[in-house]
């Protein structure tokens, strides 16, 4: 998963950019990177491993000049993680420097890098979007956005997408509009960005956000919306909602912590916990859950777990440290809280279960003499095919256990999802506008063979150590 800001018409664009990255940041923490495109529509880049604050110092961006700009930060979740990876890529192209930086997973990549290395492609990262760079390239259409619109119809899957030509900006959303893509004003330029947290950390005002299908050029003052990319169904990723957008964002048109409310009423009213003292939440993607249970249940809520907010991803965790140390470096119950009481606990989401199940112990020693452990969404069956780094479906714990099987292994009193019913009420609209493929297996695109067998998601695309 990753986050992606681009900026164009304001003096300095770098600066806005850094800003804009640095609130996306929860979505992609591996590594950042930034194109800045000056005047003359000379094109510099800057890349690295690591958070937004670590790859761009003050002297970093002095040394990026221009109005026009585009940054990305990125999880992987096709290719390794490797400065090769990191995105925006750049490249030479005939219409002058083209950057692309892509939040999404395609689909349909292996195949066609093997076609294009079979007809003389040379890669330089084992990234999935670079296929579209080489796409682009190889069109024979004569005009730039023909050549975009060329590419992206070979392309499958998801793709929210900022590209430079030049120093012309293309905000792009795949037909089925998994990832969101919101359209802001700065003083007379403007701003994209993977969600509204975004454009208010620098000012902008929010314009619209951009629908499935919209391909934009933004150039100088103008914004043009392009013909439409092919219609397809709807499919909004719900996990967007659920877990990984802020909550003080605006995603889909809807507000996402609105939407985790909504989560949490549902989830008392299907699973509720009579008797139960308190509820609190698993800091922090599921505190508006728990704030919603308890409103619908009148559960007192509680902080009861205190989250240390600098656990990095680069954090050296010692060695052989088992997972219930892991935890404790992240998380520790208050125990004033916890000391003889029947408690509910909200999490958004369990993945493979070992965090929780140490929790669970956390809580435990703290002296909650029961714990009802509750989920704002469905058991998660499947791997995501379409950007959220998920593991493989063997690694998930639902996709072999039953509930009971998962409360045994979890160690709780009670155990309850939220239905998938549940969950799209909560969403609100319309339902099958929504893609729910991790939770319910409806994958809204064909998945080659290898990747529903799990061969790719382990393994890098590429031979090559990139
Ligand atoms: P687990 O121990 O694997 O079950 O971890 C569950 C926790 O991971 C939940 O509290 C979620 O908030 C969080 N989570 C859900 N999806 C992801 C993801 N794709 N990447 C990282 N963390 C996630």
Redesign the pocket.
């Known amino acids: 998963?990753c986050g992606i800001d681009g900026v164009t018409g304001v003096p300095d664009a770098a600066r806005v950019a850094y800003l804009g990255l640095y609130s996306l940041q929860h979505r992609g923490q591996e590594s950042a990177g930034m194109v800045v495109v000056n005047g003359e529509g000379v094109a510099r880049s800057h890349r690295g491993m690591g958070l937004v604050s670590d790859v761009f110092s003050e002297r970093v961006l002095s040394e990026l000049p221009g109005d026009v700009a585009i940054g990305h930060a990125r999880y992987s979740t096709a290719g390794t993680s490797v400065l090769a990876n990191a995105q925006p890529m750049l490249a030479g192209y005939r219409e002058g420097p083209l950057a692309l930086a892509h939040n999404g997973n395609l689909t349909n990549a292996v195949q066609l890098r093997s076609d294009l290395v079979a007809k003389g492609s040379i890669f330089q990262s084992s990234s999935d979007s670079e296929v579209l760079v080489h796409l682009i390239a190889r069109s024979e259409a004569r005009e730039p956005e023909d050549q975009l619109l060329d590419a992206l119809e070979r392309v499958e899957g998801a793709y929210s997408l900022l590209i430079t030509v030049g120093r012309t900006l293309y905000a792009i959303v795949d037909p089925r509009g998994f990832r969101p893509l919101v359209l802001g004003r700065l003083g007379r330029g403007w701003v994209v960005a993977s969600e509204t947290c975004a454009l208010d950390i620098t000012g902008a005002t929010l314009v619209r956000e951009l629908e499935p299908g919209d391909f934009v050029r933004i150039h100088g003052a103008d914004v043009d919306s392009l013909p439409r990319l092919a219609r397809r169904p709807h499919r909004r990723c719900v996990?967007e909602l659920v877990?990984?957008s802020r909550p003080d964002s605006t995603v889909f048109h809807r507000s996402v912590d609105g939407v985790r409310r909504a989560l949490g009423r549902e989830l008392a009213r299907e699973h509720p916990a009579p008797g139960a003292d308190c509820v609190f939440s698993?800091p922090d993607?599921?505190n508006a859950m728990a704030l919603g249970f308890s409103e619908q249940s009148g559960v007192k809520l509680e902080h009861a777990l205190i989250r240390n907010h600098y656990v990095g991803r680069t954090f050296i965790h010692p060695a052989q440290a088992d997972r219930m140390a892991k935890v404790k470096i992240k998380f520790n119950p208050v125990r004033g809280v916890l000391a003889g009481k029947k408690v509910v606990v909200v999490?958004?989401?369990?993945?493979?279960?070992?965090?929780?199940?140490a929790l669970v112990q956390l809580i435990r020693q703290a002296g909650a003499t029961e714990v009802h452990f509750r989920v704002a969404s469905p058991p998660i069956t499947g791997p995501c095919y379409y950007g959220?780094?998920?593991p493989s479906k063997k690694e998930l714990?639902a996709s072999s256990n039953s509930v009971e099987q998962i409360r045994a292994h979890l160690g709780v009193d009670t155990l309850g999802y939220l239905s998938l019913d549940g969950m799209l009420r909560a969403a609100g609209g319309d339902p099958a506008d929504f893609c729910h493929s991790c939770f319910s297996g409806d994958y809204p695109t064909d998945i080659p063979e290898d990747d529903l067998a799990g061969a790719r998601h382990a393994a890098p695309l590429h031979p090559l150590a990139v």
């Open positions: 998963m996990f877990y990984f698993v993607s599921s999490d958004d989401s369990i993945v493979r279960g070992t965090t929780s199940r959220i780094d998920t714990i």
